[in-house]
């Protein structure tokens, strides 16, 4: 009984000093970037995700997928695209490219896509150069795309 007479106590103490409180949010609303293209937007609240995401001092990125366009043969243009979108997302988060720690891609043919997404890739990241990892995976979420690349990012001091 004495026993948890003081565990209580010792509750009660944390509890008023605020050590027994949860933490709030990791996605606070002023942190969330949705698209701000009107089309974009109600699709992904549709479908329930964000363009990215601040928690403290990393920017999280949902996939960009890269496509070709209509009439389109080569993807590097495609891929432009994509990694373009990705510059104006980290742009109203505060950051840019040179703030990538880490990348992700999934390729639906790795292999036959590999060095053109690269070279492409290598006009908007510069050394010293971010984490990457490449994956193969049959098909991504919308049907006309040969890549999906994620991104995080370090928010630059000066937005903390």
């Known amino acids: 009984m004495r ?13 008023l000093a605020g050590l027994g409180t949860a933490p709030g949010s990791a996605r606070e609303a002023d942190k969330v970037l949705m698209p701000e293209n ?5 699709f992904q609240e549709a479908v329930g995700f964000a363009d990215a995401v601040i928690a403290g001092d990393t920017i999280y990125l949902s996939g960009v997928v890269a496509a070709p366009g209509k ?9 432009d695209r994509a990694f373009a ?5 980290l742009a109203r988060a505060g950051a840019s490219w040179d703030d990538v720690v880490d990348i992700t891609t999934f390729h639906t043919d790795i292999g036959a896509h590999i060095d053109g997404f690269a070279a492409v890739k290598n006009k908007y990241v510069k050394a010293p150069f971010p984490t ?8 991504l979420y919308e049907p006309t ?15 903390k």
């Open 145 to 159: 795309a040969v890549v999906e690349i994620k991104v995080i990012a370090r928010r630059p001091a000066k937005f």
């Open 132 to 139: 990457w990892t490449a994956i193969g995976v049959s098909r």
């Open 38 to 42: 009107a089309e974009a937007r109600a």
């Open 3 to 15: 026993r948890m007479t003081r565990i209580a106590a010792v509750a009660l103490v944390a509890a």
């Open 85 to 89: 979108r990705i510059a104006a997302t």
């Open 71 to 79: 009439g389109e043969t080569d993807l590097a243009a495609g891929y």
